[in-house]
């Protein structure tokens, strides 16, 4: 298949005089992983609003699974699925009426639907929980259930809106599990994180919304080769070794809280090699020593000039 | 009815067969102001008549709109909590979740209108109704409990939180003590008597009173009728566009 999964062109909203999205240009391969990295008010929500069909854009053309968002609105309806950022889920009905809801509105055939329901439950490690009432659930089981509600059927385009965010790290890589068994599976996923390890774990690519624009877009490792900066850092046992480290290793950078010296290196065996010989010549013992290659979160702060975790305003 | 309606009515079926406490809100809280004005205050009001016969076309009202907050919660619940969100990407009628709510609403509202009937009754209700006046007793209150559930609907849609989804409906619960329900409109102080004679729950309510009395009057049925159909329509399309609106 050569026709993208989802594609945007120069998309547009504002809400009364603030603009959300100020001309967006997205191209999803089907049967990959698109992450949309960004802050809180980047306008990562609208994006997946629009491209949904809960929002219409101001201007811009977006077609999903080959259909137009805004005059094929219920093509594109059947072929995706949505899973917001909160739990979406029905507290007075159990965890599989839940499901079985979602199987009766989507048609499934009657006959089809135990089995279905009964497929997820399994895989989502929701069978005893099955029968209780979804408001007995806990966080984490309830972002679960949302996610199987929206697996329900099969859609080929799955859109997750912050799927893990506050989820505890144990059910943050069963998420993980999920998504990449469903992109094993040949479904489309667009994912919205301001986790820069899981756009690193997970996507094929990964555009940088920040203020309504894309900043960058390519595959983690391009992003990553934006910026210079891998490095070599060393961990010592106290100041005194530091404090030597620091006068053989010119251009480190020191860390006297941590005792860690950060010395610029391609990483590469042979700058390694110099560095840890430059060392031993002095006897300077490290407790520690590991190469870091630059990780989104530099790229985020090479690209807008601002750490992820600046809050900006909603 | 489509069969996304009908898969939404039986959620909403479900929802308050688990929550009794809303039912039983829904259904108490109008007896006990029954008991209250018969037994206690009412005994102090001139009205000509017995007071149980007086204030019956009043409570069954109060029965339609008691049970108002809860639909507002709900409504407001599913769309805070982004469920309406999930049905409106699905490619699935639209506003059949917004129905379901309805049809909900309305079911709790018939059980307490038949509660509010059954203890008027049991206080000496006396009723020259024929079989034709109660069944416009029963379809009249019915059309004024969709009426009034639409007009919820959409209260709870545009609310940003349950607080406020709470508060919208308190308007509609206090409207009847502002009308004819507790006390003929004539006997109240200016200003509030005008309001009294042309808010919607006065012709809603002396509709009822002369059904129940086997005496229904054109100049009570067709204001109130009108009224009803207005505020179904008001309420409908207000909530229609709410939802295709707010994401």
């Known amino acids: 298949m050569t026709s993208p999964a989802i594609a945007a062109t120069g998309l547009r909203k504002a809400f009364k005089d603030k603009t959300v999205l100020d001309g967006i240009d997205l191209e999803v391969a089907a049967g990959s992983v698109f992450s949309l990295l960004g802050p809180n008010g980047a306008g990562k929500t609208t994006t997946v609003n629009v491209l949904t069909t809960l929002l219409r854009a101001d201007a811009g053309s977006v077609r999903v699974a080959g259909h137009d968002v805004a005059t094929e609105t219920a093509a594109v309806r059947k072929a995706i699925g949505v899973t917001g950022q909160f739990a979406a889920v029905d507290d007075l009905l159990t965890g599989r009426e839940n499901l079985r809801l979602m199987a009766e509105l989507k048609r499934l055939a009657p006959g089809e639907r135990d089995a279905v329901v009964d497929g997820l439950l399994e895989r989502f490690d929701l069978v005893e929980a099955a029968p209780k009432l979804v408001s007995t659930y806990s966080g984490g089981m309830r972002r679960k259930l949302d996610l199987a509600m929206t697996l329900v059927g099969a859609p080929q385009i799955i859109f997750l809106d912050e799927p893990t965010t506050g989820l505890d790290p144990r059910s943050r890589r069963t998420m993980w599990e999920i998504v990449r068994e469903l992109v094993a599976g040949g479904t489309t996923i667009f994912l919205t994180t301001q986790y820069l390890d899981e756009a690193d774990q997970l996507a094929d690519r990964v555009a940088v919304l920040d203020h309504g624009r894309l900043v960058a877009e390519g595959t983690p490792a391009e992003l990553k080769r934006q910026v210079p900066g891998s490095h070599v850092r060393f961990r010592f046992a106290g100041p005194e070794g530091l404090d030597a480290a620091a006068r053989v290793l010119t251009g480190a950078t020191r860390d006297d809280e941590n005792l860690t010296l950060r010395v610029p290196s391609d990483g590469g065996t042979r700058s390694v090699r110099t560095l840890l010989d430059a060392l031993d010549e002095y006897s300077i013992d490290a407790e520690e020593f590991s190469v870091h290659t630059p990780d989104l979160d530099d790229v985020f702060l090479a690209l807008t000039g601002r750490p992820t975790t600046e809050e900006t305003a909603r | ?247």
């Open chain 2, 1 to 247: 009815m489509s069969t996304d309606a009908a898969i939404m009515v039986r959620r909403n079926l479900k929802h308050t067969v688990r929550n009794p406490i809303a039912v039983f809100n829904a259904i108490l809280l109008p007896i006990v102001l029954m008991l209250m004005f018969v037994y206690v205050i009412g005994g102090a009001f001139d009205v000509g008549v017995d007071y149980v016969d007086y204030s019956t076309p009043g409570m069954i009202l109060l029965a339609i709109t008691y049970g108002l907050s809860a639909t507002a919660l709900a409504v407001n619940s599913d769309m805070t909590k982004g469920v309406i969100n999930r049905f409106k990407v699905m490619d699935i009628s639209r506003g059949a979740v917004l129905t379901g709510h309805v049809v909900g609403s309305v079911l709790r509202t018939i059980i307490a209108i038949a509660a509010i009937i059954g203890t008027a009754f049991l206080l000496g209700f006396r009723s020259s109704a024929g079989f034709v006046d109660w069944l416009g007793v029963v379809g009249f209150s019915l059309l004024v409990s969709i009426a009034f559930s639409w007009l919820t609907v959409g209260l709870g849609l545009a609310a940003k939180s349950p607080e406020s989804a709470g508060m919208a409906v308190v308007p509609l619960i206090m409207l009847p003590f502002l009308s004819s329900a507790i006390v003929p409109a004539d006997e109240m102080g200016t200003g509030v008597r005008q309001f009294a004679e042309y808010q919607p729950f006065t012709p809603i309510i002396e509709a009822l009173r002369g059904l129940l009395a086997g005496a229904p009057e054109a100049g009570d049925v067709i204001p109130a009728l009108a009224w009803t159909v207005d505020l179904a329509l008001v309420g409908y399309l207000w909530s229609i566009s709410t939802f295709t609106k707010r994401a």
